[in-house]
């Protein structure tokens, strides 16, 4: 709600708020954008709340969502990020470093308890919680929109810090980013350039 009330008496500032809607893995990406630690540990306190409402590993995981994927991987991204020293490397570090850890959907941390969720065990159309088929179809029908929401402000912000990088170095850019990732590996991190976005 604070935000909120900042993003709309603070109109200089609108564009950077919009900038991370889709949750806190867009709002993380958006603090590693601006180098700003502080936000990023405030994108990781949003995710730790929302984990508390997704399923637990003592839960029945018939009834595990993709909402629950999705919080659960952009945890495990956001986790991935958590380091102060990244917040201060040069901008083409973090973005390459970024695209490593976010430039495809929210994935699982291996050894996750959701890798042991049944509808990731499903083979075809074979049910695997006979008895709980129903509760399961309406766990995998709850999401509401909200893993697209996830994804399209995660995509939406990395796609627009590329165009910004394009813009600054045109033809230089795959020089620029190839730099980056030797720079970030004599940081003690990896990335890897070209890779994937979307």
């Known amino acids: 709600m604070r935000r909120i009330f900042f993003c709309l008496t603070m109109l200089p500032l609108l564009a950077s708020c919009d900038r991370y809607t889709g949750g806190p893995l867009p709002h993380a990406l958006a603090a590693l954008h601006d180098g700003n630690y502080d936000d990023f540990l405030a994108a990781k306190k949003e995710s730790d709340e929302e984990i508390k409402g997704a399923i637990h590993p003592d839960d029945d995981l018939c009834l ?45 941390a291996p050894g996750s308890f959701l890798e042991q969720a049944p509808v990731r065990r499903m083979s075809g159309f074979t049910p695997v919680c006979q008895d709980e088929q129903e509760k399961m179809m309406a766990a995998l029908q709850s999401d509401g929109g909200y893993s697209m929401q996830v994804n399209e402000g995660r995509v939406r912000l990395l796609k627009d810090w590329l165009a910004d990088l394009q813009s600054k170095y045109g033809d230089r850019l795959d020089d620029k980013m190839h730099d980056a990732v030797e720079h970030l590996g004599n940081q003690g991190y990896s990335a890897k350039w070209p890779t994937r976005l979307d």
Request: charge should be negative; avoid cysteine.
């Open 64 to 108: 595990t969502s993709p909402k629950d994927f999705t919080k659960y991987g952009s945890q495990y991204a956001i986790s991935l990020m958590d380091h102060k020293e990244l917040f201060a490397l040069p901008e083409e570090d973090r973005f390459v470093y970024a695209l490593k850890v976010a430039g495809i959907s929210p994935f699982i």
